[in-house]
């Protein structure tokens, strides 16, 4: 029963941090968008990208087996995600962007939730698509040094994809963990959607 109760209490975690604005591109003053540091720092300071990015990694954990197969969704995240950020930086409109990082969210928990298994490239496909979308909302706030910006928030995004896997394989003996888990990440990405 205690076990149950600490998983509860992780899915609830999960679902609360989706109460916490987004604030990693809403142009809030004071907010410095340049240069490697402004990079690094940049996924970290909006909930929906932390959420989306750990679960990337999350779900590679427990959709794909073989260790080569669990690096592949979160390498073709953080391609795409530089493809968005160059599609911003050249004035290309994605108005849907903000929609597509919500939404990103709450489909990778129900994709953890239901232990959905695609195909590798099937689930490149897809997490490329929420990559764009993350990419272009990077990219459309930078200035000034935007190289650096960039490998800083792919660095980034590559430390929480390595994070969410270490979190699924720890938890992937854990029967009610992925579940409740993927719970959470819905019930955030919903909240996203609405807010």
């Given amino acids: 029963m205690r076990l149950l109760a600490k998983i509860a209490y992780a899915g609830l975690a999960f679902a609360a941090l989706g109460t916490v604005p987004a604030l990693a591109h809403t142009g809030v003053p004071g907010h410095i968008h340049t240069g490697l540091t402004a990079g690094f720092l ?17 779900w590679s954990a427990l959709a794909f087996k073989k260790s080569t197969h669990v690096a592949a969704a979160p390498i073709a995240f953080v391609l795409a995600m530089l493809a968005g ?7 290309s409109g994605f108005p849907f962007a903000e929609t597509g990082i919500a939404l990103s969210v709450a489909a990778l928990g129900l994709l953890i939730l239901a232990k959905v298994e695609l195909s590798v490239a099937t689930g490149c496909c897809l997490i490329g698509l ?23 928030f792919a660095i980034t995004t590559a430390m929480l994809h390595v994070a969410g896997i270490g979190i699924g394989r720890a938890l992937m003996q854990v029967r009610l963990a992925a579940p409740a888990i993927g719970a959470g990440l819905t019930v955030a990405g919903a909240y996203l959607l609405a807010s």
Avoid: K, N, Q, R
């Fill in 85 to 91: 950020a160059v599609l911003s930086f050249f004035g």
């Fill in 130 to 152: 929420f990559a764009l979308c993350h990419g272009y909302a990077h990219g459309a706030e930078a200035s000034g040094a935007v190289g650096a910006y960039m490998a800083g």
């Fill in 42 to 58: 940049h996924p970290l300071t909006g909930i929906d990208h932390m959420l989306a990015m750990l679960a990337v990694g999350f």
